[in-house]
């Protein structure tokens, strides 16, 4: 079910709208003080952890940090591990 948020042009509370389908008002009664509230561009990603953001990113910018990592070799995770020497007997 979308939810759309609204913002009092008033108070500037915020008022949380459970839309139907075809239901996307533009404007609502404010929640908190009944003036006029405009909707707004809810964040639900502001919720989201780090972790579910990354799972929503495009995959194209997974491509670019793996561009960005071919070309930068400073940021070669493994740099250090092939800089090591075996160990040898002396
Ligand atoms: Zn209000």
């Known amino acids: 079910m979308p939810?759309?948020?609204?913002?009092?042009?008033?108070?500037?509370?915020?008022?949380?709208y459970f839309s139907r389908?075809?239901?996307?008002?533009?404007?609502?009664?404010?929640?908190?003080?009944?003036?006029?509230?405009?909707?707004?561009?809810?964040?639900?990603s502001v919720r989201l952890s780090m972790t579910s953001k990354m799972e929503k990113l495009d995959p194209k910018y997974d491509r670019m940090v793996d561009k960005a990592m071919r070309s930068t070799p400073e940021a070669d995770p493994d740099r250090h591990l092939k800089r090591l020497k075996p160990l040898k007997d002396s």
Do not use: L, V
Request: hydrophobic share 25%; with cysteine.
């Open 3 to 16: 939810i759309f948020e609204f913002r009092c042009n008033d108070c500037d509370q915020i008022s949380t």
């Open 21 to 44: 389908a075809n239901d996307r008002p533009e404007t609502i009664p404010c929640d908190h003080c009944s003036a006029k509230a405009d909707r707004i561009i809810s964040r639900p």
